[in-house]
């Protein structure tokens, strides 16, 4: 069984970053593909990025630049640098398997941008 346990999250005045980090157990680590997603109070999940078992990184248009994705297969943890957070980007950040159909997902780190 694949889990996921996500950490880093917390509050930050708007322009701040934060570094969220998700380590997995249970999964041949290196050989799939990882993302994080996210959800806002009243609001559907969305995805914010991927990271290929190449090493290659995709992003929501809403990042804009903002977000860096990393993954360490020897440690078998997964990263997501934010930077020149806003009010908007206040959620429920989540780590999970990027294969079509698998349905892992961590508990979530909480991600608050306010004044």
């Known amino acids: 069984e694949v889990q996921l346990v996500e950490s880093g999250g917390g509050l930050v005045q708007p322009g701040g970053s934060l570094s969220l980090s998700c380590t997995v157990s249970g999964s041949e680590f290196s050989d799939y593909d990882w993302k994080w997603v996210r959800q806002a109070p009243g609001k559907k999940q969305e995805w914010v990025a991927t990271?290929?078992?190449?090493?290659?990184?995709h992003y929501a248009d809403f990042v804009n630049g903002r977000f860096v994705i990393a993954r360490n297969n020897a440690l078998k943890t997964l990263n997501l640098r934010l930077h020149f957070l806003q009010p908007e980007d206040t959620a429920m950040y989540y780590c999970?398997?990027?294969?079509?159909?698998?349905?892992?997902r961590g508990q979530g780190t909480q991600v608050t941008v306010s004044s």
């Open positions: 990271i290929t078992r190449r090493d290659k990184a």
């Open positions: 999970a398997s990027a294969v079509p159909g698998d349905p892992s």
